[in-house]
């Protein structure tokens, strides 16, 4: 009989240094129940993190976990699947970590489309480190490094994934969480590379996009009965309007996935036995000496 799991069994005794009210908070609860209602074992998901106060989220949650360097989270991921497709993968980082130093692994993960799922927290700063400005943050926002305002145009994230090939894009609020854990689930089904943008704030150095800023000045696509989340055209004038920002499954697609169309070996790499293989291994070796 299987076991009926909860969030607790994906919860670690390592406490979190996030402050009080930060929204990676209701990130973290989402994935943990999503997983329990996903009826995912620890043992066979692989969760890997970058760097910030995202990045951290790794160690709080009961599965295999890499903590990577800045931007790198998605080729560690995208390799973890090559080597053992039967493992859930998903890969978790900032709004700087995934659009700014990761942007390039982030644009070709999302061409590449291999089965795994990438939560973007975006608090549109730079809490880490004081609260800088951030790829996501509004012209004008003023900083310690910027006091007379921000003067770059944010990135829209989700739009250049739909332009690069995204097949699963969805955002959510962590102040949202039942739909916050509809929205994960939905992602970690989807087969090939899914993206769950969370609107994420920080409490401590982003006194602009806050909770009730969110709540504000967001809403579901879901809320038009006539919206199509397969019209990509419908998506990329949602995501670029000027008007609310829109949260939901905004576009989903069915394309082969990069560990299909690179042909793995049945027994994947992480199980196979090498031990045959050791001379020629020693023999590649020696040729680089």
């Known amino acids: 009989m299987a076991v009926q799991l909860t969030p607790k069994d994906f919860a670690t005794a390592t406490p979190s240094w996030w402050c009080p009210g930060c929204g990676d908070f209701g990130v973290l609860s989402a994935l943990k129940q999503a997983m329990a209602d996903l009826g995912k074992i620890p043992k066979d998901v692989a969760f890997v993190s ?5 990045g951290k989220i790794s160690g709080y949650l009961h599965s295999y976990a ?4 800045h931007g790198r989270a998605l080729p560690v991921a995208t390799a973890v699947k090559l080597a053992n ?5 998903i890969a978790a980082g900032g709004d700087g970590d995934g659009y700014a130093i990761g942007a390039g692994h982030f644009l070709h993960a999302v061409r590449r489309n291999p089965d795994i799922t990438y939560i973007v927290m975006d608090n549109q700063t ?7 400005s951030s790829p996501t943050s509004q012209a004008g926002y003023v900083t310690g490094t910027s006091p007379q305002g921000n003067p770059d145009a944010p990135i829209n994230g989700l739009s250049i994934a739909l332009a690069a090939g995204g097949t699963f894009l969805a955002r959510g609020f962590s102040a949202h969480p039942k739909i916050l854990v509809d929205l994960i689930k939905q992602a970690v089904a989807h087969k090939g590379f899914s993206i769950v943008e969370v609107m994420s704030p920080c409490v401590t150095f982003n006194k602009i996009n806050t909770y009730a800023w969110f709540k504000e000045n967001t809403y579901y696509v879901t809320d038009d009965p006539n919206y199509d989340a397969t019209n990509r055209t419908g998506a990329f004038e949602v995501l670029n309007s000027d008007e609310k920002m829109p949260l939901g499954v905004i576009y989903r697609d069915s394309r082969a996935t990069f560990e ?15 031990d045959a293989h050791a001379p020629e291994l020693a023999t590649i070796m020696e040729s680089y000496r």
Do not use: M, R, W
Not at 50 to 54: A, D, E, L, N, R
Not at 85 to 89: A, E, H, P, Y
Not at 126 to 132: A, P, R, V
């Open 126 to 132: 730079y809490g880490l480190t004081k609260g800088q």
């Open 260 to 274: 299909a169309l690179t042909h793995l070996p049945e027994i994947p790499v992480a199980h196979a036995n090498l």
């Open 85 to 89: 497709k039967d493992l859930t993968v």
């Open 50 to 54: 970058g760097i910030g106060c995202s």
């Open 66 to 69: 890499f903590h990577g360097v």
